[in-house]
């Protein structure tokens, strides 16, 4: 599959009396893919999938399949797990739920830490049983586990891994040499906001980026223009975006984003599900302002 540009790992917008609304969910859906976006990503940790009840996550896929299906664009479904048996069986499942899904976002295994041969065995098992192709969602400071060019690049080589979201708190020196000399087949996309522009300048294959809910069109112009080698556009809207990007992070994720959509109208609230809190006044404000300064 062809995994290239900006995609965006959808919130999950509550009403006033706590429940998923899916009305506001299916129009920011749309929203989001007709101002360019590549894809979505349901079930991502954005979405607060784990404050999710099971019926709510067929709500959201089903949704956001019905958008992608409607603007020709891909589905991802996150799903992720640290024992190798049961994610497997998630994903199994996760084909039937989401027929018309082009991939599943994988965490490697979390906490557990079984070590790079471990988690390549692991992916190499899931990939065997799983219906969909398989992201591999790399973010060591989650999972509590680097891995080296040599694991990522085995991962690569495993028939049914499609690619990986990169998320290991910067552009690090295995970045530059995954990207120097990127597999076949294999895309890196970046989902490390604030690292896009500099991501893209060497070569990723785009983002899954929570931040581009807010500017969705600038993140695929800023996309657009490094593809087309306008340096000169995409360096400053890279710093500008970069800027947003910082700011939407200023409280655990997505309480910002979640801020900024409820004060433009988009959705009916601001809230998140406990463990997470609303994010404070001053940093929505602040994200806000940046969002409304990129039209000047």
């Known amino acids: 599959m062809d995994l290239k540009g900006i995609y965006v790992p959808l919130i999950t917008p509550f009403a006033a009396d706590g429940t998923v609304c899916l009305d506001s969910l299916r129009k920011l859906a749309g929203e989001l893919l007709e101002a360019g976006a590549a894809g979505l990503v349901a079930l991502g940790t954005?979405?607060?999938?784990?404050?999710?009840?099971?019926?709510?996550?067929?709500?959201v896929i089903d949704v956001a399949a019905d958008a992608c299906a409607a603007f020709g664009a891909q589905l991802i479904v996150g799903a992720s797990g640290g024992d190798t048996r049961a994610t497997a069986e998630a994903l199994?499942?996760?084909?039937?739920?989401?027929?018309?899904?082009?991939?599943?976002?994988?965490?490697?295994?979390?906490?557990?830490?079984?070590?790079?041969?471990?988690?390549?065995?692991?992916?190499?098992?899931?990939?065997?049983?799983?219906?969909?192709?398989?992201?591999?969602?790399?973010?060591?400071?989650?999972?509590?586990?680097?891995?080296?060019?040599?694991?990522?690049?085995?991962?690569a080589a495993i028939d049914?891994?499609?690619?990986?979201?990169?998320?290991?708190?910067?552009?690090?020196?295995?970045?530059?040499?995954?990207?120097?000399?990127?597999?076949?087949?294999?895309?890196?996309?970046?989902?490390?906001?604030?690292?896009?522009?500099?991501?893209?300048?060497?070569?990723?294959?785009?983002?899954?980026?929570?931040?581009?809910?807010?500017?969705?069109?600038?993140?695929?112009?800023?996309?657009?223009?490094?593809?087309?080698?306008?340096?000169?556009?995409?360096?400053?809207?890279?710093h500008r975006l970069t800027a947003l990007a910082l700011a939407a992070f200023t409280a655990p994720n997505p309480s910002v984003t979640k801020?900024?959509?409820?004060?433009?109208?988009?959705?009916?609230?601001?809230?998140?599900?406990?463990?997470l809190l609303p994010a404070g006044r001053a940093e929505v404000d602040a994200a806000l302002a940046l969002v409304n300064g990129l039209d000047h």
Not at 135 to 144: A, D, F, K, L, S
Not at 208 to 213: G, N
């Open 160 to 238: 049914g891994v499609v690619g990986v979201k990169y998320a290991t708190g910067g552009l690090d020196q295995t970045a530059a040499e995954l990207l120097a000399d990127t597999p076949e087949g294999f895309a890196v996309l970046t989902g490390e906001d604030v690292y896009l522009a500099p991501m893209l300048a060497v070569g990723a294959a785009g983002g899954i980026l929570a931040s581009a809910h807010l500017a969705t069109a600038r993140f695929v112009e800023l996309d657009a223009a490094w593809r087309a080698g306008e340096v000169g556009r995409a360096r400053d809207l890279g």
């Open 92 to 155: 199994v499942a996760l084909g039937a739920r989401a027929p018309r899904a082009a991939a599943a976002l994988v965490t490697a295994p979390a906490f557990v830490r079984p070590g790079e041969a471990g988690t390549v065995a692991h992916f190499r098992a899931l990939a065997a049983a799983s219906p969909l192709p398989l992201i591999v969602y790399h973010i060591p400071y989650r999972t509590g586990q680097q891995l080296s060019t040599a694991a990522l690049r085995e991962l």
């Open 259 to 275: 801020g900024v959509l409820h004060a433009q109208g988009r959705i009916p609230t601001p809230d998140v599900r406990l463990p």
């Open 46 to 59: 954005t979405g607060e999938p784990a404050a999710l009840t099971a019926d709510e996550r067929q709500a």
